[in-house]
């Protein structure tokens, strides 16, 4: 049932009478992700790609699939940003954190993507300055940088 909301000016939605509260949204909720057009599917999933794979909801889980099944590119970029977002926040020893980052140069290029070149170009000018900021953080303090 569709009602007015004279205060806020827009149309919303409530549940048909005999419904429990709550139960109406999950019906809508469970039609709507297969029957979503391509705009909204696109447009109710960019959140989830903002969001790290592990803080995803079921109902993100369920339109991340949806969304990467339709768009494999899509989840390709999804990985991509991953994988540097990994690198950023995993990496312990300088070495590891130049390994991970030439497998990620080689994702990055078998990828294709003109956008992610650009970022990686970027990062491998300045990947002295960038891996000492990831590690020296991650370091105890008895390793202070001090050559």
Not at 61 to 87: C, H, M, Q, S
Not at 91 to 119: C, M, P
């Amino acid at each position: 049932m569709k009602t007015r909301d004279k205060r806020l000016g827009f149309f919303r939605f409530t549940a048909p009478l005999g419904l429990k509260k709550g139960s109406f949204s999950k019906v809508v909720g469970e039609l709507n992700n297969e029957s979503d057009s391509r705009k909204q599917l696109l447009a109710r999933s960019r959140y989830l790609l903002y969001k790290l794979r592990d803080k995803w909801t079921n109902s993100q889980k369920e339109r991340a699939a949806i969304l990467f099944t339709k768009y494999p590119d899509i989840e390709k970029a999804y990985n991509l940003v991953d994988g540097l977002r990994n690198i950023f926040n995993k990496a312990i020893d300088k070495g590891v954190a130049y390994t991970k980052l030439a497998h990620w140069y080689r994702q990055v290029e078998e990828s294709g993507f003109k956008s992610f070149n650009t970022v990686a170009n970027s990062i491998y000018s300045n990947y002295h300055s960038i891996i000492l900021k990831i590690v020296a953080p991650m370091l105890p303090p008895s390793h202070s940088m001090q050559k």
